[in-house]
């Protein structure tokens, strides 16, 4: 990509696409072509068409999706589907359509098997029954990967995809109806830490998490992902989808305890036993971008801590 190249990010107010948006600006790159959702519905073939039409972005990074955590998912089990699939349908075949020269897909770790070897190989990927709680956005995901590896296969084109693992950092969604584990834990455990001082005798409420807490995930900051995936804008060509993370995990227990220790709530954890866990352990390996020169930097506790003072803290100061 060169600094003037005319570059699409979809998905831009989302948390992985303003994290894309923030990298490229440091870069120097300022042709950057943006649309909300309100100016652009990605869901739309012929708006999307139009798009293409008007604008012929050069490259174009897919982040736009309906996201979400366990409850969503498994709630809105019709409209993960569907709306993921309109979505990368129409960019990923548009982009094709109208020459663009490369095209980075943002998938999800979630594609992978509930009972995957770990940690979890890129060829793992079909190799056994997927998470039944996020089995509609997970299925949306893979044909996002395979569209770009099959557009590469029949038309040549330079369409790459990679699997983030967890992710959490700047705009990040702290709906408790919505919110995936970490950013939903730094918002229980804020809330209940303001609660507890403002009672009269400072008495804290026990904060009750779902599932065992025995469950392991690994989670990356999103402006290290936005580095990694500038690093391969730059670098690869390759039709194989590639894991980015940290390379390693913690378990949901020791997650609420380090962000309980971070906010400086006194009060008691309990576990309710009788909701989901989800999938068992989820680590990537990640020796093939390990291979082609990029590393995460930024360490969980450090961004965290981050996390939590800029959305908590300084935001109420």
Known sequence: MEKTSKIYIAGHTGMVGSAIFRKLNLEGYSNLILRTSKELDLINQQSVIDFFEEEKPEYVFLAAAKVGGIE??????AQFLYENMMIQNNVIHQSYV??????????????????????IKEAYLLTGELEFTNEPYSIAKIAGVKMCENYNRQYACDFISVMPTNLYGPNDNYDFETAHVLPALLRKFHEAKVEEANTVEARSEPVELWGTGTPMREFLHVDDLA??????????????????????DISIKELAELIK???GYNGEIVWNKDKSDGTPRKLLDVSLIHGLGWKHRIELEDGIREVYKNKFINQYA
């Open 72 to 77: 969503a998912n498994n709630t809105y089990r």
């Open 98 to 119: 109208h020459g663009v020269k490369k095209l980075l897909f943002l998938a999800s770790s979630c594609i992978y098997p509930k009972l995957a070897p770990q940690p």
């Open 227 to 248: 580095s990694a995936c500038f690093h391969l804008m730059q670098t690869y060509h390759g039709n194989t989808s590639l894991n980015i993370g940290t390379g390693k």
């Open 261 to 263: 220790e971070l906010v």
